[in-house]
């Protein structure tokens, strides 16, 4: 038990702890939209263009969530700008942007003499260096993300479903994605403390990729989502005290990791499951059933329509 216990025994530890569960909750939360929509490249583009906000802020002295959040609205304008005044796809100028703000923000900081510890800080995060102030400030994006994403779940399946559909039922898909955009920023900006902005996106996806795998519905992959995301947290913390690793790194290591595990496990079950059928009902009978594990069947939670999912059907209602 001491094993376990021993990494949360001092006040910064207990911080670093708290901190970590805040970002991976609303991380957690926010990723299964990024999944759902396919978005997670761009999720990747958004934890790296707050970095010349944030280095801003170390060189200038104000606050870094002030200069994150000024970052990111400069990211979704210029987004938006290249997408109206040229015939672009949003990918392309998702990578330009992408690069051109992560070098602005590496040119800004190697001004400062504390170049290195500087840049390894906003990049990489500082588990352990999280304050009461940190947390009351991940705590109050905590809230607003998961307020947002209650308030717009039915818009939000009916965007991950299809636009057009969405629009036909009344609803504002364009608002909806504007509005899933402010839920990104806020989860990064509220996270990148305790992770760092580039270790964030593991919180992001990972979570949310590995529930993609083991659910139905949104509201499963969302809540499994969460617990990854805490657990992974709270290991990522156990194996840096034990291991004498960087705890940023290792809590967004432990979603990943857990992917793949995931995903082999899933691999071998359905081979399994599908020689025993054969076994059973002959290669070729077509009595037999799927061989599609029941726990971990679902590829995609929208994608695939079971009694348990919801369908076009649920999703009437607020004209977000």
Sequence with gaps: MEWLLDPFALGFQQRALIGGMLAAVMSAVVGVWLVLRGMSFFGDAFVHAVVPGIAASVIFGFSPYLGAGIAAVVMVTGMELVHRTTSLKEDTSIGLLFVGMLGLGVVMISTLESFAGSLTTILFGDALGVSRQDIIAQSVFLVVVVLMSLMLYRPLLALSFSPLKAKSLGMRPQLTHWLLLIMIAGAVIGSFQAVGTVLVFGLLVGPAATAALLTRSVPQMMLVSVLIGVTSVATGLIISYHADTAASATMAMVPIVLFFVVLAIRDIVRRIR???????????????????????????????????????????????
Excluded: F, I
């Excluded at 290669?283 to 009694?307: C, G, I, K, R, Y």
């Design 274 to 320: 599908s020689r025993a059928l054969r076994s059973e009902y002959g290669p070729e009978d077509p009595d037999a059933p799927e061989a599609e594990p029941a726990l971990l069947a679902a590829q995609h939670p929208v994608a695939n329509q079971t009694s348990t999912q919801p369908t076009m059907a649920h999703v009437k209602g607020p004209n977000a």
